[in-house]
């Protein structure tokens, strides 16, 4: 018996919408090349772009270290000086908030009551089930949305600017150890490319 009434409330959550979420994670690309370069993959090495940005702290390295094993499956090859790196790419990430939003709502107060061995107009059922609107309480909703950025820009050994892609992704979520990686494979296929207008994709 009890396994039954575990059956029917399975059921009610099932159907009212308590679903894993996909995450989908939508995605801007911005680049720009300096004309008529053809960019092939080089040997490099990569720095931090901004005086702000530690180089040694754990969190640059568990980025870049990321970025060199998406570059090197292009074919670039990472070098442990800029004596011997054909480009300097420079790296940056971060997060600014964005925008914050509030949203009022309600939602009905729900009764809902089990009974065993009841009889109805038409026989006699084994469950019974009542539903019953009391009435509604309201909420309000906090959001605060971020945006997340990546920069890749690439410099020979005199300084001049070579390729840069710049890629940001607007959201909810500040784990940066999440969606910093998801936004460098996005931006590893538009190396050396030119955009006439901002590119968006969805990844999930």
């Given amino acids: 018996m009890r396994k039954n009434i575990l059956i029917i409330l ?3 959550f099932l159907f009212s919408g308590c679903s894993p979420m996909v995450n989908k994670y939508h995605i801007t690309i ?19 772009l901004g005086k ?3 180089e040694n702290s754990l969190q640059f390295q568990y980025q870049a270290n990321i970025l060199n094993k998406l570059l090197r499956k292009e074919g670039y090859k990472s070098v442990e000086s800029i004596v011997e790196a054909k480009e300097i790419i420079y790296f940056d990430y971060g997060i600014e908030k964005e925008l914050e939003t509030q949203e009022q709502y309600s939602e ?35 959001t ?9 820009l690439a410099k020979d050994k005199l300084g001049k600017e070579l390729w840069r892609v710049d890629v940001s992704s607007i959201g909810e979520s500040k784990n940066l150890k999440v969606i910093v990686p998801i ?3 996005s931006a590893i296929p538009y190396i050396g490319t030119n955009s006439n207008k901002p590119i968006k994709i969805v990844k999930k």
Avoid: C, Q
Wanted: net charge negative.
């Fill in 10 to 12: 399975s059921s009610i």
């Fill in 30 to 48: 911005d680049t720009i090349t300096a004309p008529n370069l053809n960019v092939t993959p080089t040997t490099y090495i990569v720095k931090a």
């Fill in 52 to 54: 702000d940005t530690d």
């Fill in 108 to 142: 009905p107060d729900v009764g809902f009551g089990i009974s065993i061995g009841n009889s109805y107009h038409h026989g006699y059922s084994p469950f019974w089930s009542e539903f019953g609107y009391s009435h509604y309480t309201s909420y309000r909703k906090r």
């Fill in 144 to 152: 605060i949305y971020y945006n997340r950025y990546i920069t890749l």
């Fill in 183 to 185: 936004m460098i494979e």
